[in-house]
């Protein structure tokens, strides 16, 4: 099963598999163009204050696609931070097109489940690798042999 599209798309936590970023750039498309129309319109009308308006309406998806692409990261096991990478010319755009074709990391990572699910397996956070790691080493005596 698939994260549904249109949720967690202002967080910056979990992780998103590839048919639901995938989803969401598709979504996108009728979203921008909204805000394209309007700003088109307030530039033959010579409205700085419209055209200023109309750009606003891009922040809520400009935030909405890091957060998405951030969850996307993670899900491959990545850091939400190397969504940033999208901004260097050239390069982003290879990376923002390896984000619809690297697949996720199979069961749980650091990151949470796995979005498609089918796995109930949990990584165990350092401290808990540290504690079992404690408890398996016997305590040393006084007495060498």
């Given at each position: 099963?698939?994260?549904?599209?249109?949720?967690?798309?202002?967080?910056?936590?979990?992780?998103?598999?590839?048919?639901?970023?995938?989803?969401?750039?598709?979504l996108?498309i009728?979203?921008l163009?909204?805000?394209?129309?309007?700003?088109?319109?307030?530039?033959?009308?010579?409205?700085?204050f419209?055209?200023?308006?109309?750009?606003?309406?891009?922040?809520?998806?400009?935030?909405?696609?890091?957060?998405?692409?951030?969850?996307?990261?993670r899900?491959?096991?990545?850091?939400?931070?190397?969504?940033?990478?999208s901004?260097?010319?050239?390069?982003?755009?290879?990376?923002?097109?390896?984000?619809?074709?690297?697949?996720?990391t199979?069961?749980?990572?650091?990151?949470g489940?796995?979005p498609?699910?089918?796995?109930d397996?949990?990584?165990?956070?350092?401290?808990?690798?540290?504690?079992?790691?404690?408890?398996?080493?016997?305590?040393s005596?006084?007495?060498?042999?």
């Amino acid at each position: 099963m698939s994260k549904p599209v249109t949720e967690d798309i202002f967080a910056f936590r979990g992780r998103r598999n590839r048919k639901s970023y995938l989803l969401f750039a598709l979504l996108l498309i009728p979203v921008l163009l909204v805000p394209a129309v309007f700003i088109a319109m307030a530039e033959a009308a010579q409205s700085a204050f419209l055209v200023f308006v109309g750009a606003l309406f891009f922040l809520p998806v400009i935030v909405s696609s890091w957060a998405v692409g951030s969850q996307r990261c993670r899900d491959f096991g990545w850091t939400g931070w190397a969504i940033l990478i999208s901004v260097v010319p050239i390069v982003g755009m290879i990376f923002a097109l390896a984000l619809f074709v690297v697949p996720g990391t199979k069961g749980a990572n650091r990151y949470g489940p796995d979005p498609l699910g089918g796995d109930d397996l949990r990584v165990p956070d350092l401290d808990s690798a540290r504690q079992m790691h404690r408890s398996s080493i016997p305590p040393s005596g006084g007495s060498r042999s």
